[in-house]
């Protein structure tokens, strides 16, 4: 598949049918976020893989909506800031950009072997720490739920280029 076939069949899964992922695709997928460019090369991110057979009322403590825990597989993307690189000019610490791209990586490799995902941010930071057993020094960022959708894409609504690109200056 064309790499822009890819990016323009993903979409954000509410639905996922019930077949577990086979090992190999996710290894892919995974595989996929540890190839993600890192400032530095520091890879300040860990990936916590949750089986949810079994754990679905725990989860739903982390993120509410049933079809969450419907997949067969979340994924929690954390940080690590202190072992992320730091811009000396300003003192911003990129371990938030490389937990984001390591994540888009991943979404889009899952994409490309046929599986969908959402992409959370909007979960309860304290129950995920918890639920993930989480050390004090990871920061969760995002999460995502992986399997095969059960629900159809809806039409992408996207902002046109000319809003926002701009050539030379803004």
Excluded at 68 to 87: D, H, K, L, N, T
Excluded at 152 to 170: I, M, N
């Amino acid at each position: 598949m064309e790499f822009i076939d890819v990016l323009q069949r993903r979409y954000s899964v509410r639905a996922y049918k019930p077949d577990p992922v086979e090992p190999a695709k996710l290894a892919r997928v995974l595989e996929a976020a540890r190839l993600a460019p890192t400032a530095a090369n520091l890879q300040p991110f860990r990936l916590v893989v949750a089986h949810t057979a079994g754990r679905q009322a725990e989860l739903r403590r982390v993120y509410a909506p049933g079809w969450f825990s419907q997949a067969p597989i979340v994924i929690c993307a954390c940080g690590v800031p202190s072992q992320g690189w730091v811009r000396d000019a300003d003192g911003v610490n990129y371990t938030m950009v490389d937990v984001a791209i390591a994540m888009d990586h991943l979404i889009l490799a899952a994409a490309d072997q046929g599986l969908g995902t959402c992409w959370i941010a909007a979960f309860d930071v304290p129950a995920a720490r918890q639920v993930f057993n989480l050390p004090g020094t990871a920061e969760p960022v995002a999460l995502t739920p992986l399997g095969y959708p059960a629900d159809q894409a809806r039409p992408k609504e996207r902002k046109p280029l000319t809003e926002l690109v701009r050539y030379e200056h803004w």
